[in-house]
């Protein structure tokens, strides 16, 4: 189920999925400890002797978010109980503070009394053995804890012009133990039990009681504070109190906005839609983003019922490439502090891993150390590469002298020297590691073209940095991958490149002849020009044989892609469209056009991106090839940097081309 309004800070991360309720609660760290488990934490109401929950299917919804902004502005409307809730909800940008404001609009024709029901369906540190939530007076708050995790609840009424902080009822209950479902339950007659304690699998509920007038509105907000203990929410929830929680939504907004429009660009030459996707796109990968350094790769926990493991991690090849988003759209502060990740965590041997938690530590993998009675490195080698290529690229942007010392020796040389003894000596080319897709072990043409930009990035920085022996022998090793990959990766009779050689195969009768989308990283990072013939006919085709022929449209990831897959009509679905994929075809007509209206295939790519988003503005990493339907993760962090990405190549080459045809 996709996540529609994704809403964060760098440290506290609130997922709201398509019914309007929370599903997900990361803290301390963006992708890391979930207190929610992907459980809905539900929100119904009460009305006429009538309850309903959000998710029932009597409700019509509209999510949106503010106008670049991270403030939600969403409307669920339930018209057999002639009532509308208007939902302004914001992560502070500063506070680790969510502050949902739900107005009322009852639109009946006679004043009702209205009861709102908050639950919250926690387990702190992704379990509930040891949780405890109480009841306390003095601040007439619940509380949820576990050692350094607090969570505050708390609620706020609009009383005649100003917020008063308290609820009418409470309850916490026992969920998952011996028939027990929760406190939830105990709401759906309109009264909680006022329990005032628990412990161990435990959820709660808090109400409060309004009084609408005919056709009228009133407000209410919903808080939450998340701290390592008692004195360090309660000091932010007597801020709130003092202030009221609408400041906290109004500066929350002035910061977003401030945000992302920081840069002066024009992009006139663009529909407004694309531009307005452009923006939230950004704002998007922001709150994907740890303050700490990490860039996580999703953070929608239903993917863990397929997968038993979710994407809330850093893969240091999406890490890199949203990265080099990041530096092209100007937030530099954010590159650096994901080098600086990942010089943290590089090996002494010079490689970065398969995927690290956001607190650095190594994560889950299915890449093994010992194969078929060998010892193998678990790793994809473009995960180290493409790190060096955004630095050089943050470099060149930045002039980022005194940050790229620090890591020039440590992070830079290291990895360069590794990437030089991991190498076949008979072709050149680089030892086996595993695909960007994860599936496959042996050499791959993406890989392989990652490896000569990592050590052309090297190159460039020994250069720079007085090491021009360095620099040479660099230069020297990239030239033999790219002869490589001219001799041993290029199909003679086919006349296009090949995606992989299996472990051991250096002939053509070894070749893996799919058709896969990341045959584009031989041009994409610059080991072959755009319209070098043996490049045009690998992307004809690629365009041929991976175009989903469906009313849907769009790029599969490589033939018979089973990843998700709802179609066995390979013909017509080699596999589902991928944002990225159908977005990448679009820089391939970016960078090879050499005139303007050659740009229009282009512009129909960016198009069909925006064309399935969300209405929200989320991508997802696939989309259903006959529903239209999100598929797998959403948002996926890399479909939104892409889309940047492919935003800003377009922007600039059309200014260019339209200097030169004027």
């Not at 399935?612 to 239209?628: D, F, W, Y």
Request: net charge negative; hydrophobic share 40%; aromatic share 12%.
């Amino acid at each position: 189920m996709p996540r529609d309004l994704p809403m964060g800070n760098g440290s506290l991360l609130v997922n709201v999925d398509h019914t309007g309720q929370i599903r997900d609660i990361f803290w301390p760290h963006v992708g890391q400890e979930n207190h929610t488990n992907g459980r809905v934490c539900r929100i119904g109401i009460w009305i006429d002797n009538r309850f309903s929950w959000l998710d029932d299917d009597s409700w019509q919804r509209s999510l949106r978010y503010e106008h670049d902004s991270l403030v939600t502005a969403s409307i669920l409307e339930n018209e057999s109980l002639g009532v509308r809730l208007h939902f302004r909800d914001g992560v502070d940008f500063h506070e680790n503070l969510l502050i949902r404001q739900i107005t009322v609009e009852n639109i009946d024709g006679r004043t009702r009394a209205i009861r709102l029901f908050f639950c919250h369906d926690l387990s702190l540190s992704g379990t509930t053995v040891g949780d405890s939530a109480y009841y306390e007076p003095s601040t007439g708050a619940l509380f949820h804890y576990k050692g350094k995790r607090w969570f505050m609840i708390a609620l706020f009424h609009d009383r005649d012009g100003s917020a008063q902080p308290g609820f009418d009822q409470w309850a916490i209950g026992i969920k998952g133990f011996n028939g027990l479902e929760g406190a939830w339950r105990d709401a759906e007659d309109g009264l909680l039990s006022g329990n005032a304690v628990a412990q161990g699998g435990i959820d709660s509920v808090v109400a409060l009681h309004l009084e609408v007038p005919a056709t009228g509105r009133v407000s209410c907000w919903q808080t939450l504070i998340a701290g390592v203990d008692f004195r360090t929410v309660t000091r932010i929830y007597n801020v709130v109190v003092s202030k009221g929680p609408l400041l906290y939504l109004e500066r929350t907004t002035a910061f977003w906005r401030l945000w992302v429009n920081k840069e002066e660009k024009s992009f006139d030459r663009l529909p407004a839609r694309l531009v307005t996707l452009y923006r939230r796109s950004l704002l998007i990968l922001r709150t994907q983003i740890d303050n700490h350094g990490a860039i996580l790769a999703a953070n929608d926990h239903d993917v863990a019922l397929f997968n038993r493991d979710t994407y809330s991690y850093m893969w240091p090849r999406d890490g890199a490439l949203v990265a080099e988003t990041l530096i092209d759209a100007g937030y530099s502060e954010l590159s650096r502090k994901f080098f600086d990740f990942c010089h943290r965590v590089i090996t002494d041997e010079g490689f970065l891993l398969h995927k690290y938690t956001p607190d650095g530590s190594l994560a889950s993998s299915w890449h093994a150390w010992y194969s078929n009675g060998q010892a193998q490195l678990p790793i994809q080698e473009d995960e180290t590469a493409l790190v060096l290529r955004a630095l050089w690229r943050h470099f060149r942007r930045f002039k980022d002298i005194e940050f790229v010392k620090r890591h020039y020796r440590g992070l830079v040389i290291r990895s360069a020297e590794w990437m030089c003894s991991y190498i076949d000596t008979e072709t050149g080319l680089p030892l086996p590691s595993w695909d960007l897709w994860e599936e496959r072990y042996g050499v791959h043409a993406w890989t392989v073209a990652a490896v000569w930009a990592g050590l052309q990035a090297a190159a460039g920085f020994a250069q720079a940095f007085g090491e021009k022996d360095l620099a040479v022998r660099y230069r020297r090793i990239a030239q033999g991958m790219r002869d490589g990959v001219r001799k041993y990766l290029y199909h003679q009779e086919e006349q296009r490149y090949v995606r992989s050689l299996p472990v051991g195969e250096k002939i053509a009768g070894g070749m893996d002849m799919v058709m896969d989308a990341s045959l584009i990283g031989l041009w994409a990072f610059g080991m072959f020009k755009a319209d070098d013939f043996r490049i045009v006919r690998t992307m004809e085709a690629m365009r041929e044989r991976l175009e989903v022929k469906s009313e849907v449209g769009g790029m599969a990831r490589y033939e018979n892609d089973s990843y998700h897959q709802v179609s066995d009509d390979i013909k017509r679905i080699p596999g589902n469209p991928w944002f990225i994929c159908t977005l990448w075809l679009g820089q391939w007509f970016i960078a090879r056009a050499t005139q303007v209206r050659e740009l229009q295939p282009a512009l129909e790519c960016i198009e069909w991106a925006a064309d399935h988003t969300l209405k929200s503005g989320i991508m997802a990493e696939q989309v259903h090839p006959r529903t239209n339907e999100p598929l797998s993760v959403s948002p996926l962090t890399w479909s939104h940097a892409v889309y940047v990405s492919t935003v800003e190549q377009y922007n600039r080459k059309y200014e260019e081309l339209a200097a030169h045809d004027g």
